[in-house]
């Protein structure tokens, strides 16, 4: 394949702006073909292309928006060693784990297909008339939901293909009934082309419109032009709390404030209950650091907060846990821009008065397991320095004083994406006010577990309160996420030849509905109005 | 009952800020106790008693909260004549009108109870584990929906009931979990205090904790405390645009942003079809009168802009709208300062080169229908003069040169609550077009009927794009709004005593669940499992 380095413009590819490389994510070694900054006219074009296919995209049927979707995911699954390959150079990602990362986001796109099969999210809701009420009669009233419009998605770094062109944000957007523009991230662009090809081949095998997908390449400033384009109503983002929180400036900004899912940010604290430390200290610390240097920390649930009550046992694991952080194979970064920040990251904690570094391994440009301990009272600091993530694999144990010191810190704690509980079941009565507290903090509570490793199912959260995220409403994993692009629609009184299918009477789509306030699949909704208009 | 003008804090009353005076929406008279500007510190203290409640309230069961919701509906039905006399003297609002809108209320309040106990808003998702996956075992998954914490909720001047203190956005709010602090509108606080004290006495009668409703008297000053306190975790309001969009720009600026749904602004277009024209025009200007007129036009839903295609039938409908706004009964507005706002509103149209006022009724400070007409031009004009809401009985007529000007308006038209198709069925087909275009604009659209009289059910929608709204994925009446107040929180692998009793495995309160990708109500989830454990 004859990588272009052009956009994706409602089917065409051009590029007319600065030059962009691709490089070897450990050489620096720069591709051979250059991309290109989206211009402004580029990005409004993008989204122009996308509102264009939007009504057609809206219209499909689940079982026609289900086959776009498994046809992706065929496409993506195709995809072979070659693109592996570039895949590699461009993240420093082994071949295994980008393998791995292959089949969850063809296994995401077919999760949605299900998801658009089983027809709920519609959530389908018939008020039928009641002519002879009293004082007033009630009119037909039926209500569905219809995707925003065009979504503007960032592509991440970590996750050239789960949480980028073909991720969950873009899956989620179609299922949805939404076109899409995405920014492709900077450090993988090749990778990038690579998926946007497999996408685009699937949706001229099912005949579907070229403007359903956009993809522009480009930095902050491309992205910025996106967000702010008229015709995006919607931005699905996943990155740095500086850059998602900017994305959301200029989103709500805008003349006609749009909304905006970004996942930013989560230090994902790990309670260590004194049950569990003296029963299995050592083997939680082996896992512990297995979770902080998997994917080389680069993962948005990375374990980077440990609390524990001060205890032999909980010396005893941290002993342990360094010793196996240490062990931990050196891994190269994403980049050396990922690399620069993580070395700052800890640089800055090390500079906190109370922050001491335990251990720190880097061995030529490959990074290793880091180990911090923080005093206690830097969990109640004004500036919450144990709550700013930092991005690789490190983790910040602190030693506490008693118990009440897991509901204090539960208590003001920032908002997460995970926090996890390590405990014996003979104890647990004792944590319900701390799981309480936790819930009203997190979008997932872990039980005995590590929170890297994101499920993709209908159960899964991946949000949180902010700055996890800026809308605790939402997940951007799991079937869930379709939740983020729809709004719902009434239709009062209208002829069943005007109604859209997901409202006729005699339920074409085969949808569950709430029908008069009962919940059912059964069409037609009565068989004696049918006789009437019979 | 004596009126106190005392803010609702935690169960207790107290009020120390500058005085502020209930007058006579007719006579500008100054009821005889002094209400007062809600303080930095008494909005706090309210945010934070509204906090220690939430545990209490989100740990309810469905039967519990249903409960105290039909317990507020039965004190809102038992506030008598003298209440309603208050409020009449507060609003200017008929008797008749207020008697009508007190039973909106409580039925609004059973709807909800009986939402909670259909249980479905809990969206219970659960993927049991599957330890025997390869190349990895998938986790137990549990996720399920909570209320996203203390909502501040803004009562609207127009709908002293049914918009207020124990209105739609607190119902929903409560039926979330989401405990309320309610600021009062300033232009019916004796009428908030009756209604305050109805919900502290079905709060009592249920033994719930007093903290989970809150109300403070005050101005925006006040408003602006309570968007920016800590505690408050969403905002509901129904208002003007200029103060909806204040709020929402005060909640975005927050060190952490919370959700706002602003119900603002919409000018609810009509469109007339020559076939409906030539078929019954009278009839159409008659009713149309009416619903311009209906509660002297202070409805969010009011028709301000009317469409038809030049042609002697639109003349004669014309003429006939004239007439019967001509003969609609003078009434008073909500107040002065309302009055003297639709004044201005109507100013700033008249000054507009191309608009021409028709027709103006004002009889000794009542108002009565006012028809203006305006040049098609202007329907495409940068600044949107037509599209800029009115808030009073007036309504905007705009001959067009052909039915290509409803494609070419609907195309460029802002977010409007509802748009109004007037049609006859046997030239539908040509108007798919049209309905494919506002459904992508508007909350609600309506075929041949009138978008005030907004019915209270499962399918309402009372939402739309910006400026209608400032999140168009919600609607601020119909079960639905309680989605506006609710995140998702998902459970790894926790242990049955631990889990909030919605995700239990015996399914105590017989939620409907999604259960491995399949609805169900079944509970034990698998008999296999349970004999394991027994």
Known sequence: MTILGLHYIGGKRLAAGTPLNSVDAVTGERHPVSFHE????????????????????RATSPTERAALLKAIADEIDALDHVFI??????????PARLEGERKRTSNQLRMFAATVRRGDFFDVRIDRAQPGRKPLPRPDLRQFRVGVGPVAIFGAGNFPLAFSVAGGDTASALAAGCPVVVKAHPGHMVTSEYVANAVERAIARCGAPAGIFNMVFGTSTAGAALVRAPHIKAVGFTGSLAAGRALFDMARARPDPIPVFAEMS???????????????????????????????????TNPGLVLGVRSPAFEAFVAELGTALALAEAQPML???????????????????????????????????????????????????????????????????????????????????????????????????????????????????????????????????????TDVRGTSVGSAAIERFLRPVCYQNYPDALLPPALRERNPWNLPRLVDGVPTRDAPLDARSLEAAA
Chains 1, 2 share one sequence.
């Open 266 to 300: 989560s230090v994902n604290p790990v309670f260590l209950m004194p049950s569990a430390l003296s029963a299995r200290s050592a083997q939680i610390a082996r896992e512990l650091a297995a979770s902080v240097t998997f994917g080389c920390g680069q993962l948005c």
């Open 38 to 57: 989206a211009t402004d006219a580029e990005v409004a074009a993008a989204a122009l292309a996308a509102h264009r296919a939007f009504p057609a995209l």
């Open 85 to 94: 390959a570039a895949a590699s150079r461009e993240t420093a990602l082994p």
């Open 335 to 469: 980049g050396a821009g990922i690399r620069d920040n993580f070395r700052r990251g800890l640089a800055r904690l090390s500079e906190v008065p109370g922050i001491e570094a335990l251990m720190s391994m880097e061995v030529e440009g490959r990074v290793s397991g880091h180990l911090l301990k923080a005093d206690r009272s830097l969990l109640f600091a004004q500036e919450r320095p144990l709550e700013e993530e930092v991005f690789g694999p490190s983790t910040v144990i602190v030693a506490l004083d008693s118990e009440d010191d897991f509901l204090a810190f539960a208590e003001r704690m920032r908002g997460q994406l995970t926090a996890t509980l390590m405990a014996d079941d003979s104890d647990l009565p004792q944590h319900a006010a701390l799981v309480e507290l936790l819930e009203g903090k997190v979008g997932r509570l872990l039980f005995n577990g590590y929170p890297t490793g994101v499920e993709v199912s209908d159960a899964m959260v991946h949000g949180g309160p902010y700055p996890a995220t």
